[in-house]
């Protein structure tokens, strides 16, 4: 058979593992293998719409076998990596194992909390469709106990929300968040807005979005703050408790929901690498890989999107540089196999786009930028581009027309209603977190 | 507050109780609190598509409150009812307690499993959303973790479902299983094909659809056969075990799957109604009520649905029966207002449909009947008309043009990939239920 004559492995299907399988599909002499801890890929940059009610998660999923079902070269594979044995060239998943010519690694980031006491344990991150479906639950489950509480006996914390970090997921969140209080919960619990339920945004930064022109980061304080969202900026985070939050200046902030959006690390691979030499951890938890994304050590594995680090560059953790750097690799492998020296990746800057609320956004294409309506369509339009399936567009599109005609959020609902899905710590701080049971005063 | 001078608690927001609550929403006088465990109306007619990864569960829920937002007189609850105190004229949940003039009890019903060894530990039900998204995931998980393995190593019972009784439900899900094999799962695994995965619909019946009449349920039979079903009529099931069925006439029917559609009880409410002195269980659980839905001793308290039994009736426990039986307890509510005597409820038949595949479903309105492509529109219409929601609308529709016209099933999803979520007994039996690990042989 020689059309399987050489094994690329690719772990991890976001958007870098899914440009490389996809760059590779259907070239002969290649045989690929996917491997995924889920069955579905997830389109992330919607994941804060999970979790604000606006979105099924459904909607944002698509199966990876319906991706690859006519790229006879791809099989794909539901397992986790556990281990890579550099010399023997296998991957060891908690199922199977897979021999490799080719290794690309694309496992993706995790939430970074820099020490932070409390952070890990208090706060809800915002990574998978299971942890948004779970914050959506809390978050809901939270109104639904304060309206069986007398007014009076509605402890101060339950209905504020701390959103810490107020990078693009922050502030995207922070408004979704300010926008479900103020209209569908607002109808929906008419009895609880004098406890005037309220979403902070929290940050060392003095304004948001630090990676945006000054103009941009005023215009959506200035947005954020119109629609509600408390800013607390310009004092870090110096602890997360059951409570709230504490700033390093002394303030302490209530809120019974603390989001984490502050910060992203690559993904644990540490106990699956330990057998590989070189590997040195840089910046934000990333591996530093040669400017062609390659091992120094091991040039048949590449290393692409948020856990990838290449010399003298640092291109941000974004789904673009996913996209572009598992492209990349796709084709450095080919020039590889025509006996050619792999390039050197460059980052593409196509320019950054984050929403704040209806009809806001911001948008910066090098030193162009615009805001209001018009980013926004864009916003929209790009990301419905960008999601796969044309089915989950229409189903996102119909969501989106519900939430602009009529300001509702329809994926109102605590489902699953599964004891595991409620809120961590919380659940035994205020009683009836685990179900929502109310205190008999 | 003369405006709340009586109080109406109805318990279970199904379609009684939700019928019900619409009948007395803006009646002058009338106070209504509606208490349920889960946040959102279910549409069970569909549960079935769920199960069988043609609709995202969100498709088939409703948030209460969005229901009743303007409806000011009515309150909903989201808590689980846990005694009812008759003399106190108190229903007690797991949060708050709530005083009534008047009860509606409308729990619903759950699996009846007539005491067959192993069937309520061995197989899935098929009665809530949480269920129908285990069953969805754990059937994926099947056929993920079959193509980890070598072919010749694939357990037998690993790819064979069998659906346990042949009434609207079993015929429904096995007609839906029929297909997503056959097409959407064909085409993701094609490998597996050759070992033939295949569903039973097995009964003590002679045929399927014991309410129809006979030539629909030869139709229903023949057109079963047709899909790919395999119908094990004629020998009931005397247990159920880890690996499969085994029925009265000896035969052992292998399957990893076994889902239990066989037959419904009352909700359980002994516990709860311990103190309601004259309370009768009648046939399949229920409680037997007075002609008018009033329980004898308490005719301040209507039981309507599943759980009702009319005296000298024996209404099917049906969707219908159950919308009617709530409107009629609200009215009987209104009556007794003006102190008027509460009048006798007659079960309306307005027909039965269910459908058993692409084009083909079987509708019978009194003596008259029709079948195929006419009766499997009829039944998308009528289902569409009666699920609540205008968004939830779109959504169905949009899937189910999916599946018509590309033969998709777009929710092919194992979310939330929870290990909660996987099988039971099976997890232990075959190895990597939790998660997908395979043998490695």
Sequence with gaps: MSEKNRNVVIVGAGFGGLFAAQRLARVRGMHVTLIDKNNYHTFLPLLYQVASAGLEPEAIAYPLRGIF?????????????????????IVHTDGLSYAYDYLILAPGSKTAYYGV?????????????????????????????ASLMPGNK????????????????????????????????????????????????VDGQDKPLSAFSDPLRDYTAQRLAAMG???????????????????KNGEFVPAH??????????????????????IHLGRGGRIQVQPTLQLAMHPEIHIVGDLSLPEFQSPPQVAPNAIQQGTHAAENILLM????????????????????????AVVQLGKRSFTGFLAWVVWLFVHLMYLIGFRNRIIVLVNWAWDYFFSERAVRLILPRDKSVTCGCMAQD??????PKAKTP
Tied chains: 1, 2.
């Excluded at 079902?69 to 060239?89: F, G, M, Y």
């Excluded at 969202?229 to 700033?247: D, H, I, N």
């Design 337 to 360: 196999e025509k006996g050619r020296a792999p390039r050197a990746f460059a980052y593409h800057d196509k320019g950054s786009m984050v929403t704040i609320g209806r009809s806001s």
């Design 229 to 247: 969202v408390k800013l607390r900026m310009g004092s870090a985070v110096a602890e997360v408790t059951c409570e709230g939050v504490r700033l």
């Design 430 to 435: 205020i009683p009836g977190t685990e179900g």
């Design 154 to 201: 509605v402890p101060e914390a339950m209905l504020r929300i701390a959103v810490v970090g107020s990078g693009a997921t922050g502030v995207e969140y922070a408004g979704a968040l300010a926008e479900l209080i103020r209209s569908p919960l607002a109808r929906d619990f008419p009895e609880l807005m004098s406890l005037n339920p309220s979403v902070m945004l």
């Design 117 to 145: 006491p409390g952070a890990e344990e208090h706060s809800y991150s915002l990574k998978t469709l299971e942890e948004a479906i779970r914050l959506r639950n809390h978050l809901l489950s939270c109104f639904e106990m």
């Design 257 to 278: 929901t603390v989001v984490w959006t502050a910060g992203i690390r690559g993904e644990d691979l540490e106990q699956s690498l330990t057998a590989v030499p070189g």
């Design 69 to 89: 079902r006519r790229r006879r070269n791809i099989t794909t594979v539901l397992a986790e990596c556990t281990a890579v044995d550099p010399d023997q060239r």
